[in-house]
């Protein structure tokens, strides 16, 4: 049940942020100053965790490797 709950959520928040509505539907609009990015950051951010859920985790990226500071 919790598979299909995390698949479900991954792949609301790509169809989301594929916007096929072309912006007429979103949570917040993006013109609105400092928030309007908010929906599409916490797509991203539920994205990146049922992504990770599943074994793909793609914020590895973003980690330094201690070896490479000399």
Known sequence: ????????????????????????????????????NLDEAAAVGLLLMCLKYFGIDLTRFFHRDSRSRK
Request: charged share 10%; aromatic share 8%.
């Open 1 to 36: 049940m919790k598979n299909i709950l995390m698949l479900l959520l991954g792949v609301a928040s790509v169809v989301y942020l594929l916007n096929p509505g072309a912006g007429v539907f979103e949570a917040l609009p993006d013109n609105l100053p400092f928030v309007g």
